[in-house]
C-alpha cells in the first residue's frame, strides 16, 4: 500500500494550528527534518500540523501521503495543498489503520483529541504486535504533554510505556526515528 519508495513515517498533530503559530512551525521543521533523513510521511492530509508536516516535506524535496476522511469531515474540501498522495478512508478507524499500517514509525506532535487517539492506537498495535511475532515501529512523542499522558497511563494501566519515547522537540523526535529505523 506504500506508494513511495522511501519508509513512511506517520505524523499526528493538532489540525487547528495556523502558519505562524510555534506548533505549526515544528511541523514543518519535523516533516524537513524526515524528508531529508529520507523518509516519506503519512498525515491525515487536512490543515494545522497535518498540512505543517506535508508542508516542510515537500519543501524538502519529500514524498507526501494524505489519509483523509471525507464522510468524517465533508465540509473540508480534502487534502492540503502539500499532499502528493491522498487516500480516502471510510472513518477515523480506517484512517489510523492506514496511516499505521503505511508506517515505518510514528511521531505525535501537539494536539488534542484527535492526536491522543492516534497516538494511543499507535500504542497499542507496538504493545500487540509481538503477541503474533510481528514488529512495529518506533513511536515518538513529542512535548511535555504527551510525556505526563503516557507516564499517567502507563502507571494507571499497568501497561508498558516503553513503546513510547517521549521527545521534547521536533528535532528531537525526528534523530530518535532515524535512530531507532537504523537500527532496526
Known amino acids: 500500500m506504500n506508494p513511495t519508495d522511501r519508509d513512511v513515517i506517520a505524523v499526528f498533530g493538532a489540525s487547528q494550528v495556523h ?3 510555534v506548533a505549526y512551525e515544528d511541523g514543518v521543521e519535523c516533516g524537513r527534518r524526515l524528508a531529508e533523513a529520507g523518509f516519506a510521511i503519512a498525515t491525515g492530509g487536512y490543515g494545522g500540523i497535518m498540512e505543517a508536516a506535508c508542508r516542510g516535506a515537500r519543501e524538502a524535496g519529500g514524498p507526501t ?3 483523509t476522511a471525507p464522510s ?4 473540508r474540501s480534502g487534502a492540503n495543498q502539500w499532499v502528493d498522495h491522498e487516500i480516502p478512508s471510510d472513518d477515523l478507524v480506517e484512517r489510523i489503520g492506514i496511516l499505521t499500517s503505511l508506517a ?3 511521531v505525535a506532535l ?3 483529541l484527535g492526536t491522543l487517539t492516534e497516538l494511543v492506537m499507535a500504542w497499542n498495535l507496538a504493545f500487540v504486535a509481538p503477541f503474533s511475532d510481528e514488529a512495529f515501529g518506533p513511536i515518538v512523542a513529542v512535548g511535555d504533554t504527551w510525556a505526563q499522558v503516557v507516564r499517567s497511563l502507563t502507571d494507571r494501566l499497568d501497561t508498558d510505556g516503553s513503546f513510547v519515547v517521549a521527545a521534547p522537540t521536533a528535532a528531537d523526535a525526528v534523530e530518535t526515528l532515524v535512530t531507532a529505523i537504523g537500527e532496526s
Do not use: E, H, L, R
Open 19 to 21: 502558519a505562524g503559530d
Open 65 to 67: 501521503i494524505g489519509v
Open 72 to 75: 468524517v469531515f465533508p465540509a
Open 104 to 106: 515505518s514509525g510514528c
Open 110 to 112: 501537539p494536539g488534542s
